[in-house]
T-cell receptor, first 113, second 120 residues
Framework: GESVGLHLPTLSVQEGDNSIINCAYS??????FIWYKQESGKGPQFIID?????DKRQGQRVTVLLNKTVKHLSLQIAATQPGDSAVYFC????????????FGKGTTLSVSS | GAVVSQHPSRVICKSGTSVKIECRSLDFQATTMFWYRQFPKQSLMLMATSNEGSKATYEQGVEKDKFLINHASLTLSTLTVTSAHPEDSSFYIC????????????????FGPGTRLLVL
């Protein structure tokens, strides 16, 4: 069935390094993607989004890349900080008005000082 | 902007009782609200989609008589877990879409902080 998955369940980095979190999606018709950050015991927090007519979008310290050819999405975090430690989910909009976003399984990012 | 609140943040109840969880969009009107549950170290599982003034649409396997959803206004949706049992213990999260958002931003979901339910 349609699903959004992440390549690695966990990622450990040193403070100051750049982090790259990957996501593969299966629905080629999806037209909108969002990365969420979820800290322990909290709800998901919107980080950055990208439409399917773009291949890159930058925010503050974060960049999302979209490769529609291979249905791959990535989140790059520059100069990772301990406060970035959380679970990161990618979500896709299946291009059907009113339907919910489809979430991947999540990658746990651990940042050590 | 786009703040969603949930109340309560944590609730402990006895088996057999009912628990109501509120989800509010604080600074926008929500056309659609969604209810998810999340088990430890797992992703979000969609339970139901709630539209203001109409009946909720439940995902396959979710009992609509057990998880009652009411979306009485553009800023409030409630989830009532009826006759709760220990297996209903979970983290319940709601999200909402902004009614007045333009273009693709209409699909963005803003999440509440979640409600931790523990049924003894």
């Amino acid at each position: 069935g349609e699903s959004v998955g992440l390549h690695l369940p966990t990622l450990s980095v040193q403070e100051g390094d750049n982090s790259i979190i990957n996501c593969a999606y299966s629905n080629s018709a999806s037209d909108y993607f969002i990365w969420y950050k979820q800290e322990s015991g909290k709800g998901p927090q919107f980080i950055i989004d990208i439409r399917s007519n773009m291949d890159k979008r930058q925010g503050q310290r974060v960049t999302v890349l979209l490769n529609k050819t291979v249905k791959h999405l990535s989140l790059q975090i520059a100069a990772t900080q301990p406060g970035d430690s959380a679970v990161y989910f990618c979500a896709e909009n299946p291009s059907q008005a009113g339907t919910a976003l489809i979430f991947g399984k999540g990658t746990t990012l651990s940042v050590s000082s | 902007g786009a703040v969603v609140s949930q109340h309560p943040s944590r609730v402990i109840c006895k088996s057999g009782t009912s628990v109501k969880i509120e989800c509010r969009s604080l600074d926008f009107q929500a056309t659609t609200m969604f209810w998810y549950r999340q088990f430890p170290k797992q992703s979000l599982m969609l339970m139901a989609t709630s539209n203001e003034g109409s009946k909720a649409t439940y995902e396959q396997g979710v009992e609509k008589d057990k998880f009652l959803i009411n979306h009485a206004s553009l800023t409030l949706s409630t989830l009532t877990v009826t006759s709760a049992h220990p297996e209903d213990s979970s983290f319940y999260i709601c999200s909402a879409r902004d009614r007045l958002a333009g273009g693709y931003l209409q699909e963005t979901q803003y999440f509440g902080p979640g409600t931790r339910l523990l049924v003894l």
